[in-house]
């Protein structure tokens, strides 16, 4: 799988098929794939080169266009899979690691006071539901489901479903089996 790229793992996602740059570029009628395509082109350039600036400049339309507030800054790891077109807000300093799924309407944020400030953290395998809310300096372990409205200021272990508002932590071995598919 090393000899793909991380757009090409992106796409695996959704269709668990490896794709041909052709076939990427013909699946960006859906916009969920539309935005990754740019984000991830936009990623791969350096902010003041040319194509930096021009991949910016398409990726601010798209960002108003979708509703997606996700930065190039971002660091999102592959797989990276966007369930549903709505908005979004990733805060640039955020850390998203491998086949990570999020629904719309999912706030990603900092806290600028108290035990937790500073930017969330999230390891791979992590699967977000609609209106989530993470903010803060903290931890999300690796295969963790965080529910539909769930609001979560605080680190969650691994292997772990979190429910509710304010949330509170499961303790689950196979929390996102079935929900995180075509996993890289």
Request: aromatic residues 14%; positive net charge.
């Amino acid at each position: 799988m090393s000899n793909y790229s991380t757009l090409q793992k992106d796409f695996y996602r959704e269709s668990g098929k490896w794709l041909s740059k052709f076939e990427i570029w013909a699946k960006c009628v859906n916009p969920n794939l539309h935005f990754i395509y740019i984000l991830r082109k936009t990623q791969h350039y350096k902010k003041k080169s040319v194509m930096g600036m021009f991949w910016r400049m398409v990726l601010r339309h798209h960002q108003i266009k979708y509703g997606y507030q996700i930065y190039p800054e971002t660091e999102i790891g592959e797989g990276f899979y966007l369930g549903h077109w709505g908005s979004l807000v990733i805060n640039p300093k955020a850390k998203i690691g491998k086949n990570c799924n999020i629904a719309q309407g999912v706030t990603i944020g900092q806290q600028n006071r108290g035990k937790y400030e500073g930017f969330p953290v999230i390891d791979d395998e992590v699967w977000i539901g609609t209106n989530a809310v993470i903010v803060g300096g903290v931890h999300i372990g690796s295969n963790v489901l965080i529910a539909p409205n769930s609001y979560v200021n605080f680190d969650v272990p691994a292997n772990s479903v979190v429910m509710g508002n304010p949330g509170k932590i499961y303790p689950k071995e196979d929390a996102t089996e079935g929900y995180i598919n075509h996993k890289i």
